[in-house]
């Protein structure tokens, strides 16, 4: 059974740094592209981040380009997001998904970023919270 489960969400104050992660089971992560998305209430699902099946290649929304890492572990069935120099408006759920499509390239995408309609697997997400 396919499963995300992300975790490392919480409270920290602005400026400061969280890592999340995400452990994919159920099937072999290697060979699909995986994305960070996040919610807050009122607001669609937005993709932040997106990390290539092939090469690893990571590519970013342009609200946290610069702060923002995506990274994985293919031998951990493992993906993260580093966080850093987190803002309030960072604050938000934090979703791992994935469209399932081998091989299929972040840049199948516009922008280089997974939409939220193409996703087939979510976890069920983790808060961050940025605030003082």
């Known amino acids: 059974q396919v499963g995300l489960v992300e975790s490392g969400g919480g409270l920290v104050q602005p400026g400061g740094s969280l890592r999340l992660a995400c452990l994919a089971s159920?099937?072999?992560?290697?060979?699909?592209?995986f994305g960070w998305f996040r919610q807050v209430p009122g607001k669609e699902r937005e993709g932040v981040a997106c990390?290539?099946?092939?090469?690893?290649?990571?590519y970013y929304a342009d609200s946290v380009k610069g702060r923002f890492t995506i990274s994985r572990e293919n031998h951990k069935n493992m993906v993260y997001l580093q966080m850093n120099s987190l803002k309030p408006e960072d604050t938000a759920v934090y979703y791992c998904?994935?469209?399932?499509?081998?091989?299929?390239?972040?840049?199948?995408?516009?922008?280089?970023?997974?939409?939220?309609?193409?996703?087939?697997?979510w976890g069920k997400g983790t808060l961050v919270n940025v605030s003082s």
């Open positions: 998904a994935t469209d399932m499509v081998p091989g299929r390239d972040c840049t199948y995408y516009r922008g280089n970023i997974m939409g939220r309609a193409d996703m087939e697997y």
């Open positions: 990390v290539s099946s092939t090469y690893g290649t990571p």
């Open positions: 159920g099937f072999t992560p290697d060979y699909y592209s």
